[in-house]
């Protein structure tokens, strides 16, 4: 594994592109982005080349608010097909997380005991650094 | 009325081969890709009373491998064994790979481009070159945009990803752990009766139970087993299929819908399929209703997915699968049985690509009359299985293929 993928403590680091640099830029600075279509509206995430409702390739990327529900959640204890630096942080819970300005995303739930989730539960962006050029958003209990 | 309506009846399968499964243990012969598909083929040839060169000019179809690493890989394959077909038929469609390329074969046979094609499948998931320790997936995994948006926030694969799902059915409609454990001690008996299978000890629900969250609510015995290995199968023209077997498998009923939304594109219900696209059709094309169904080979990566499958078919309403499992005998001598040869789930699952050959096969042991131990007795004679393949982004699976077989065409 080449240590370009790879961080220190053995995570998983993404390859930055031109398409997708804007989003871990803005985490960098605390600022969860998304990509929206300038032709229907619709929000996107992860970023798409095109708008996956009408096609528009029209797409900026637009800051939301951070503020989301809990879709659902899975609490893993064993790391399995991922990198195996996540071991120190198990367990880790994901979770599918529904941006109130109406887009979906994969995030981590933290600040709470995995006992403490919920389905329906309001939850809001806090940000860490993955890297120089990435940060990441994770939710906490809003 | 679908323009393919008409397409009921006209192949059939006539032969397939499922090689032993390897976990790969210490001192144990490793098989690579290309031998695990010559030996599949070759079972699949010997049962049909065929030889490679009788698919010169015609199709082969190639499952898409973690471990194919090559450019032209359906290519590769042929010349790997010598055979120099028409038509190279290949599938990227995980594990509903195996069931797509039957309907790429039907139309071909159909529109007369060939008239047989020879389908095979292997993976070695054990053994390919891994992209880090303890991480079983190859390098096209581990790069792009659809791997960036996960592995660095933390999605643990397969098993966070059905997790998810179950999570969400599990607030909005009942489930009680024992409905899933009940589907998974059923696969586990049958694979009991199952010489091929790799997991063949029986348990019980306590020991059900007791296995441990890997991702919680996901068990280990909820998961599938990893193996090497290799299927194939055969496909022809009904006419000729009936002058090489006594008992063809014939294709009654089919569909297929990839990336399937339930509800909007942004906001989609994960907790439904695209069966419920595909059973009513391939049901209405083969002709048959609920009740003429003698055995179901749902894809089962995990209970929650062939649990799913027995609400989306329509076997019962959505949200009562649970009730279902706990109202039916899954068992063979049952009223409703299901993954008659352990499943992969105890069958094990050769790479996230090839498992989706065994639903398919099984299918047709059954129809044929060829599943000794675990034969089904009533309605042996029409048998469902699904292929079910690919993982979304934050959503359920990416293709689902319905296929009806039959032993009258």
């Known amino acids: 594994m080449d240590a370009k993928h790879m961080d220190a403590a053995g995570k998983p680091l993404p390859e930055i592109t031109d398409a997708t640099r804007p989003f871990w830029t803005a985490a960098k600075n605390r600022k969860l982005v998304v990509q929206k279509c300038g032709k229907c509206g619709t929000l996107n995430f992860f970023p798409k080349p095109w708008c996956i409702d009408c096609g528009s390739r029209s797409l900026e990327w637009v800051e939301v608010s951070g503020k989301a529900t809990i879709y659902s959640f899975t609490t893993a204890n064993k790391v399995m097909m991922n990198f195996p630096g996540w071991k120190a942080d ?39 650094d993955i890297s120089a050029e990435a940060g990441i958003p994770k939710f906490v209990p809003a | 009325m679908r323009r393919d309506a008409h397409m009921r009846g006209k192949v059939a399968v006539v032969g397939y081969g499922r090689t032993p499964y390897s976990r790969a243990k210490a001192g144990e012969r490793i098989y690579t890709v290309d031998e695990y598909l010559a030996w599949a083929a070759d079972l699949a040839l010997g049962r049909a009373g065929m030889t490679k060169n009788d698919f010169d000019g015609q199709a082969i179809g190639v499952a898409h491998a973690e471990a194919s690493h090559t450019v032209n890989w359906s290519a590769a394959v042929a010349e790997t064994l010598g055979i120099s077909p028409r038509i190279l038929i290949r599938a990227d469609q995980g594990g509903a790979s195996a069931a797509a390329m039957l309907i790429r074969a039907a139309a071909m046979i159909e529109a007369g481009i060939v008239d047989r094609a020879l389908i095979m499948g292997a993976d070695t998931p054990l053994t390919i070159p891994s992209i880090a320790p303890g991480l079983p997936l190859s390098p096209e995994r581990t790069r792009g945009v659809f791997w960036d948006f996960q592995g660095p926030f933390g999605v643990m694969g397969a098993n966070a990803q059905f997790a998810l799902v179950q999570t969400r059915y599990m607030d909005k409609y009942p489930l009680r752990d024992e409905q899933l454990g009940k589907i998974s001690v059923t696969a586990r008996y049958h694979a009991s009766l199952n010489p091929g299978a790799i997991y063949r000890k029986p348990f019980t629900m306590e020991e059900y139970l007791a296995s441990e969250r890997l991702s919680w609510p996901v068990r280990l015995f909820d998961c ?148 000794g131990e675990r034969q089904v007795k009533k309605n042996a004679g029409v048998s469902v299985a699904s292929g079910f393949g690919g993982m979304t982004y934050a959503r359920n699976n990416r293709s689902c293929v319905t296929l009806v077989f039959g032993a009258e065409a």
């Not at chain 1, 994901?94 to 995303?105: N, Q, T, V, Y």
């Not at chain 2, 194939?232 to 002058?243: G, K, L, M, N, Q």
């Not at chain 2, 906001?267 to 059973?279: K, S, Y």
């Not at chain 2, 929650?304 to 001598?333: N, P, S, T, W």
Request: with cysteine.
């Open chain 2, 224 to 371: 599938v087993p990893m193996v090497n290995g290799g299927l194939a199968y055969i496909v022809t023209r009904a006419d000729d299929a009936r002058a090489i077997t006594k008992t063809p498998a014939y294709l009654r009923g089919f569909a297929e819908v990839n990336n399937y939304y339930s509800g909007s594109r942004t906001f989609p219900d994960i907790t439904d399929t695209g069966f419920l696209q595909t059973a009513p059709e391939a049901f209405a094309m083969a002709g048959i209703a609920h009740a003429d169904v003698g055995s179901f080979q749902p894809y089962d990566d995990y209970p929650m997915v062939a649990l799913i499958q027995l609400e989306d078919y329509g076997f019962c309403k959505k949200g009562e699968g649970g009730r279902f499992v706990d109202e039916h005998d899954l068992r063979i001598q049952g009223d409703f049985p299901m993954l008659t040869d352990g499943g992969q789930l105890s069958g094990g699952q050769p790479g996230g690509a090839i498992g989706g050959f065994q639903p398919l096969i099984e299918a047709v042991t059954q129809v044929r009359g060829e599943a």
């Open chain 1, 90 to 128: 198990l367990p880790v819970t994901l979770g599918i997380i529904d941006l109130d300005e109406g887009a979906r995303m994969y995030g981590q739930l933290v600040g709470a005991q995995a006992g403490h989730w919920k389905i329906g539960m309001k939850v809001k962006a806090i940000f860490e």
